[in-house]
């Protein structure tokens, strides 16, 4: 090798960028690059941080009457008017955030760690186990995620911590299939192979080696399914399955207003939107976390 070569060498080595190149800051060079999913994210922080201190920044009480401004429209004094009893309707979308928010995580954190832990064992020990998971999984699957969550209403009864449970359960087949091939793929590596030689228990192995070969995968799908369970849930609330009255949940605001959608559109329009937008946010988000988590997509 040249004097020139080795020179570049060293330099190329010794380089700030390549010392301190990581996991992380090759995540963020790539995740930077999606304008669309960084613009939702900072979206969706803000939209938790208003769901953290929403009663505090309303402009109003969110359950406060006012029969001498029934179905007002967007006004100064009203950014988004007001309902049937006279509601400021941009207070209860803040003070709604907190509810769609906490049933969207929660559902989806409940049905990722079930099927998560169901996706591990099935793909990893397999045979007469990954049958019984994976056809309770296709039955599952059998019926559309929100007539399956209306049929588990009907049995619990209707209310928010039965929602909940609901959205939960038709989430845990997707996360058990994706986990599931995952495994699949990971324990058939050279580096788990060689643990299990030396001796090492399956649990270790599992939640050690194969588990956060999995991780990428799941933060990816949490992410799109966030917005997927925000919207079954508002379904259920408007068809008056889920949140009661006078809880400012969007979907059961949607509910409240349908009546009036000639008389007064913005009773229904503004909850709407903040469904859209934030179901969008979340799915922009997913799609961005994907490409720069993939490491097939080369920044």
């Given amino acids: 090798m040249s004097q020139a070569a080795e020179l570049t060498t060293d330099q190329t080595l010794s380089s700030p960028e390549v010392k301190k190149s990581t996991p992380l800051r090759g995540f963020w060079r790539k995740f930077r690059k999606q304008r669309l ?9 803000l939209l938790l941080g208003v769901a953290a201190i929403g009663p505090a920044i309303a402009p109003y009480t969110i359950d406060q009457p006012d029969y001498a401004n029934v179905l007002q429209g967007p006004s100064l004094e009203h950014l988004a008017g007001t309902d049937t009893y006279g509601r400021d309707i941009f207070s ?3 003070g709604g955030a907190r509810i769609s928010l906490f049933v969207g995580l929660l559902s989806v954190f409940l049905g990722a760690v079930v099927g998560t832990f169901l996706g591990l064992i099935s793909g990893f020990y397999g045979k007469w186990l990954d049958s019984i998971i994976m056809r309770i999984c296709d039955v599952l699957f059998a019926f559309p995620g929100i007539l399956l969550a209306i049929g588990i209403i009907a049995i619990l009864g209707p209310g928010l911590e039965n929602v909940i449970i609901a959205v939960a359960i038709f989430n845990i087949p997707s996360f058990a299939r994706i986990v599931r091939s995952s495994a699949i793929s990971i324990k058939s590596t050279v ?8 001796g090492a228990v399956n649990a270790r192995i ?5 588990f956060p070969g999995t991780v990428s995968s799941i933060i990816v799908y949490i992410t799109m399914r966030i917005g ?6 508002a ?4 068809l008056g399955l889920g949140a009661q009255p006078p809880s400012p949940e969007w979907g059961a605001m949607l509910s409240n207003g349908r009546d009036y959608l000639n008389t007064a559109p913005h009773v229904t329009i503004f909850p709407g939107l903040a469904i859209f937008i934030t179901v969008l946010a979340f799915n922009l988000l997913g799609d961005g976390l994907r490409d720069a988590l993939d490491p097939k997509i080369k920044e």
């Avoid at 580096?191 to 030396?198: C, D, F, G, N, W």
């Avoid at 599992?206 to 194969?210: L, Q, T, V």
């Avoid at 997927?228 to 849930?233: Q, V």
Wanted: net charge positive.
């Fill in 228 to 233: 997927t369970a925000i919207l079954t849930a």
């Fill in 206 to 210: 599992i939640w050690k080696h194969i």
């Fill in 37 to 45: 999913a960084l613009v939702s994210g900072v979206f969706i922080v």
């Fill in 191 to 198: 580096y788990v192979e060689a643990t299990k030689s030396i």
């Fill in 235 to 238: 379904s259920l609330s408007f």
């Fill in 92 to 94: 209860r979308i803040i």
